[in-house]
């Protein structure tokens, strides 16, 4: 089974800090995504990516940005951390544009 | 625009009972539909999709959606509910046009009891 692994589970971080969320998948996928789930407002993308060194925005980037160096990683990064950015963060994968995406277990930020 | 929408924020149901989840769509196009499930605090699994051919389509644990054109709707059916079927239930959507992006439903969560 293809496996997507999200470095944390529970991350709490203070307002300012630059917050780093960490992705990883291992079955060579070219395209990952990186979605924030917030209740009521279902999954929201953030950025994506189809290859290595390659990115999209997704709706709402703002306050967010983005690394892939290698496929297997992708790496979403809060420059400036506010609490209008506490939520669910999920990371996906997938081989193929008719494919289900696989998710990872998610990463549940808190800022304070 | 594109737009997906799950019209009830819970549905409740008896152990036993059928079940279904209702979604709509709006697309210009070819509609790709997804249905997938989130137990609490866990990522989301994928349970079933329509890309094209029969309408109804079956997927995982027993579930299945009906792909309606005529009424823009992908309603999650399943005959028997189980209390382990309790969990957030997302409908997704895709167009031909959209690159690699989903268009999540709100969420509908299911509640089964025994």
């Known amino acids: 089974d293809v496996k997507v692994t999200q470095s944390s589970r529970y991350l709490v971080k203070r307002t300012g800090e630059k917050v780093f969320l960490e992705c990883v998948q291992d079955m060579d996928h070219e395209n990952m995504f990186w979605y924030r789930q917030d209740p009521g407002l279902g999954l929201r993308l953030i950025y994506f990516s189809y290859d290595v060194k390659m990115k999209e925005k997704g709706d709402i980037p703002e306050g967010y940005s983005v690394s892939r160096e290698k496929k297997e990683r992708f790496s979403l990064i809060l420059e400036s951390a506010s609490t209008n950015q506490t939520s669910m963060y999920l990371c996906a994968s997938s081989p193929h544009r008719d494919y289900g995406y696989t998710f990872g277990s998610g990463t549940r930020l808190t800022v304070v | 625009a594109q737009s997906v929408a799950q019209p009830e924020d819970q549905v409740n149901v008896a152990e036993g009972n059928p079940l279904t989840v209702k979604c709509t769509y709006s697309?210009?196009?070819?509609?790709?539909l997804f249905w997938y499930v989130q137990y609490p605090n866990r990522g989301l699994q994928f349970l079933l999709k329509y890309i094209t051919g029969d309408n109804l389509v079956k997927g995982s644990y027993g579930f299945e959606a009906e792909f309606n054109k005529s009424q823009t709707s992908f309603h999650l059916k399943k005959p028997s509910a189980l209390v382990s079927d309790s969990a957030l239930y997302f409908c997704v959507l895709r167009w031909v046009d959209s690159s690699y992006k989903l268009i999540f439903g709100s969420g509908t969560r299911l509640l089964v009891r025994p």
């Open positions: 697309v210009s196009g070819n509609p790709y």
